[in-house]
């Protein structure tokens, strides 16, 4: 199967060569099978199926402690339960239609073909192509370490909504917008015959920055603004109720991401290398640019503020992952803990919408920063893997046009999957729900008893 | 017998317990409470949020004794509890009308 490419490292690795499969998109194809059906390392199967249990450790525990410590207390397990159940469900939808609507064979530029709907046809012997010629991974693990990406990028889009929405509506929100947005553009980016990656150059996304985060930040954004603010914001105080599960969250997280950026290579190689490397630098910049910024701002450097540089140093390092050099990616990185800083606690107070979590401010923010950071931190000039003759103006404007077209599918797609949510479930919990809080209301626990 | 209530700043507990029971007093009550006076409260913020909180945590200890024990009781938390500064707290002297011990029916004096 042609699964995708991630553009980059055809570019980076495999110079003048490579260049002439990203202008024949059907040369990989060719090669493979020119080839006599090659056999699984084990060491990148082992490798891949590590990464893709990083990237279940990023959800949960990672994202649902992250998540649930900046909610207020009576919120906490509302939070946890939506993160924990979004996730489990976008598995389910992904083994049955969203594996084969983003990676199934044939289709269109915009889905791929429904013939391996519930995986039908995949065995133990499936294999995938990864980025270098004759080098496969069982098709299973391919599936899984791409469920996990689904999963938790529904997952991060409840950020801006939390406190609020009606669990039911967050399941069926869930259901539509995987089906309409994620699945599709997850097939523009890294599908074979996708959009962003027919494009000449193609679209440079490392490992899902514009799929995960400029997706999930836009989502969320649209969501919120529909589902309108909590009650009492911004007039009533609500301050994070536990910055020290924010905290463990925070690491869970980055460890975990090394798994999401370094298993995006599909091998145990120096692509993955390049990517680990980089996921601890931009991240480590990121993280003190952030208290660097509140500083200089008069403020006082905070731990909140730590951990939030830290996940928007890796948000922007996602598509740059095995596409920059370790000095471009803490550039990159400190820039986007700058940016970020400025967007939520400057930008989202002005503008007043109420993403509670900052799903939009981070990932969305973080991700267009990323996004076309990548198109410049890729240059040989700058240290990045691209070959001499890169034209970074072209390659930018192909990254503003994946983020432009993204952006839009998402907003459109959102909108469309709340609405459905509201005619089904009503969306909105009760006032005396919401001010009680959701873990009573929704679920009938409460997160501490003592 | 006089009920003495005294709000203090938290980390000056355990030097107020010395004091009042080296000056004699056999028991109190304490609970973790918040309020203001003169002190102002904290600037919190958390990324674009600044929440002013206007209360501040104090330590509030309540305890009853004999009318000639409370002018020693009242020193001993004043002298501890007090660091000079603004928000130091506050002692406040009652009468009590009755005191009974649950365990043994005895009441007033004996009661304490």
């Known amino acids: ?450 | 017998m006089k009920l003495i209530i005294a709000i203090i700043k938290p980390f000056k507990l355990e030097e107020v317990r010395d004091a009042l029971a080296a000056s004699g007093v056999q028991g109190m009550t304490i609970s973790e409470v918040r309020g203001f006076g003169r002190q102002k409260g904290q600037t919190e913020i958390y990324r674009g949020a600044e929440y002013t909180t206007s209360f501040v945590p104090k330590v509030r200890i309540e305890l009853v004794v004999p009318e000639g024990q409370a002018a020693a009781a009242v020193e001993a938390i004043q002298s501890t509890a007090s660091t000079g500064t603004i928000g130091d707290g506050k002692i406040f002297v009652l009468d009590v009308a009755q005191a009974i011990r649950i365990r043994t029916g005895e009441l007033n004096d004996d009661a304490i």
């Open chain 1, 1 to 450: 199967m042609s699964l995708n490419t991630r553009t980059g490292k055809y570019l980076g690795w495999g110079g003048a060569a490579a260049l002439l499969l990203l202008l024949l998109p059907n040369a990989a194809l060719a090669q493979e099978a020119a080839a006599a059906a090659p056999t699984p390392n084990k060491g990148d199967t082992a490798w891949m199926m590590t990464s893709t249990v990083l990237v279940l450790l990023m959800i949960l525990p990672g994202l649902a402690l992250f998540y649930g410590g900046l909610a207020r207390t009576k919120n906490m397990l509302s939070v946890m339960t939506q993160v924990g159940a979004a996730a489990a469900l976008a598995m389910l939808v992904w083994v049955g239609w969203g594996y084969t609507m983003a990676f199934g064979d044939g289709g269109n530029a915009v889905i791929a073909g429904f013939g391996k709907a519930f995986l039908k046809g995949v065995t133990p012997d499936s294999t995938v192509a990864t980025f270098s010629d004759g080098v496969v991974i069982p098709e299973y693990v391919f599936i899984c370490f791409q469920m996990t990406f689904a999963a938790i990028t529904l997952a991060l889009v409840l950020g801006s909504v939390v406190e609020r929405i009606k669990f039911a509506a967050v399941l069926v929100f869930g259901v539509v917008w995987l089906t309409i947005v994620y699945f599709p553009i997850a097939h523009m980016v890294w599908a074979g015959n996708g959009l962003f990656y027919t494009w000449e150059p193609a679209a440079l996304d490392f490992a899902g920055g514009t799929v995960v985060h400029i997706n999930s930040g836009v989502s969320a954004l649209v969501a919120c603004l529909i589902l309108g603010k909590r009650i009492g914001y911004p007039r009533e105080p609500m301050p994070p109720h536990s910055l020290v599960m924010t905290g463990i969250g925070t690491g869970l997280l980055w460890v975990g991401w090394f798994g999401f950026n370094a298993g995006s290579a599909l091998e145990a190689n120096g692509s993955a290398a390049l990517a680990m490397i980089n996921t601890f630098a931009a991240t480590a910049a990121a993280g003190l640019a952030w208290m660097l910024a509140e500083k200089i701002t008069g403020r006082k450097p905070s731990a909140l503020g730590f951990c939030s540089g830290i996940i928007a140093g890796l948000v922007a390092i996602t598509p740059a992952a095995g596409n920059s050099g370790p000095l471009g990616a803490i550039v990159l990185g400190a820039v986007a803990g700058i940016i970020c800083y400025f967007a939520v606690s400057f930008l989202k107070p002005r503008l007043g919408y109420d993403d509670a979590l900052d799903t939009f401010g981070i990932h969305g923010i973080g991700g267009i920063v990323g996004a076309l950071g990548t198109g410049v931190v890729y240059a040989a000039s700058l240290g990045g893997p691209s070959g001499e003759d890169y034209d970074m103006g072209g390659q930018l404007v192909v990254q503003a046009l994946t983020v432009g077209t993204t952006i839009i599918w998402a907003a459109v797609g959102t909108a469309i999957a709340i609405f459905v949510a509201k005619l089904l479930t009503g969306l909105r919990v009760k006032e005396e729900v919401e001010r009680e809080g959701l873990d009573l209301g929704e679920h009938g626990e409460r997160a501490y008893n003592h």
